[in-house]
């Protein structure tokens, strides 16, 4: 089969492009070097505008008990002396989307649930492509190759 897109890296980034692509009906293939979904990391934050994005993919019910809202920010020197401080909760109030922290492994669960079924190959190594009026052909570590096709017009999406 050849895919719309090939995105090569299975991590937040990687599984936010491909849900985002698929929700525009392109078929999309994630290769992933891991043998599973590696679900290792630390806190991130998400602010309003990340915020917004994931609900315009539709995510944010599932990801909602996850997170934790951030009601104030506090900026300390080095001695721990207060420099400033924001309301957070005032512009969560005022812009009406939350900021958010969440942990990076939970963000990725959910974005991986969101994925098309096959979508995501894991075991699979990019060492090499080749690109031409075609398309594009990802060589793997183990010998085999996935192809993308050449889309005929611009992408072009309206998020």
Known sequence: MKYDF?????????LTTAIAL??????VKVLERSTELNVAGAGLGLGANAWKGLMHLGITNDLEMKCHLIKSTKFLDQKGNLISEMDMDRLNRKYGVANFTVHCADLQKVLFQHLLPDTIEFGKRMVDFDQNEKGVT?????GNTIQEKQLESIFHTDF
Do not use: E, F, S
Not at 6 to 14: D, K, L, P, S, Y
Not at 138 to 142: A, S
């Open 138 to 142: 990802v060589h793997l570590d183990n």
């Open 6 to 14: 090939i995105i090569v890296g299975g991590g937040i980034a990687g």
């Open 22 to 27: 698929q929700k525009n009906d392109y078929r």
